[in-house]
């Protein structure tokens, strides 16, 4: 079973570079988390992404139709200069559990590659 602060551990770099997203999701009592680089319009909520990351994002969303797609610069993750796995453990928890920024709340603008 993974948990939220391993999880944490893989994606801190992402989280601290501001410019992937994150995806996070359970599976039972595990998490899951992979990160994307798609290319956001916020106002609009489209994210542009790759055909090639379609089939992850659709087996994501279907087994946890509660996933989020966090971005540091654009959901509050913390100051990413002083995150720590602890402190993206919880802005994570929040994330997933308050906010709900669902995974299936953006359209998704594939990219041909």
């Known amino acids: 079973m993974a948990s939220l602060r ?3 551990s893989e994606m801190l ?3 601290r570079n501001g410019v992937g997203w994150i995806a996070l999701w359970k599976v039972g009592r595990s998490w899951k988390a992979s ?3 798609p290319l956001p319009d916020v106002e609009a909520g489209i994210l542009e992404i790759s055909d ?3 089939p992850e994002l659709q087996e994501i969303s279907a087994a946890d139709p509660d ?3 966090v971005n540091s610069w654009y959901n509050n993750l913390g100051d990413t200069e002083a995150m720590t796995v602890e402190s993206l453990a919880d ?7 308050e906010c709900h920024p669902l ?3 953006w359209e998704l603008k594939i990219e041909e590659d």
């Open 6 to 8: 391993k999880c944490s």
């Open 13 to 15: 770099d992402v989280a």
């Open 35 to 37: 990160d994307f680089y």
């Open 52 to 54: 090639l990351d379609v």
């Open 67 to 69: 996933a989020i797609l």
């Open 91 to 97: 802005f994570l928890r929040w994330q997933y559990e």
């Open 103 to 105: 995974l299936s709340e």
